[in-house]
Nanobody, 114 residues
Framework: QIQLVESGGGTVEPGGSLGLSCEVS????VLWPMRWYRQAPGKERE????????????TYADSVKGRFTVSRDNGKRTVYLRMTDLLPEDTGVYFC???????WGQGTQVTVSS
């Protein structure tokens, strides 16, 4: 089956940076728009960023604009989320998603605390 494998989560202090990766196990990745979601305890899942198949269209949630950068490398079949100036409210489980296929990664925990 097609798999989305996430990595890069961890614990950082406020103001720190962290990079997430999501590798997809199919060549079809080059055709897919991709999304990053996050879910904090007790809150609904939130769309963080989206990127089109050729990176021509990129969107961010207002809460992360100016701090997060989504990118992709189609040759590596990987989508990235670079997070900077992290805030405690950025804490949560981060998921990558292929929205047209309804596929999700397993999630990776990001904790921002002092």
């Amino acid at each position: 089956q097609i798999q989305l494998v996430e990595s890069g989560g961890g614990t950082v202090e406020p103001g720190g940076s962290l990079g997430l990766s999501c590798e997809v196990s199919t060549d079809q990745f080059v055709l897919w728009p991709m999304r990053w979601y996050r879910q904090a305890p007790g809150k609904e899942r939130e769309l963080v960023a989206s990127i089109s198949s050729a990176s021509g269209t990129i969107t961010y949630a207002d809460s992360v604009k100016g701090r997060f950068t989504v990118s992709r490398d189609n040759g590596k079949r990987t989508v990235y989320l670079r997070m900077t100036d992290l805030l405690p409210e950025d804490t949560g489980v981060y998921f990558c998603q292929a929205p047209l296929e309804g596929l999700w990664g397993q999630g990776t925990q990001v904790t921002v605390s002092s």
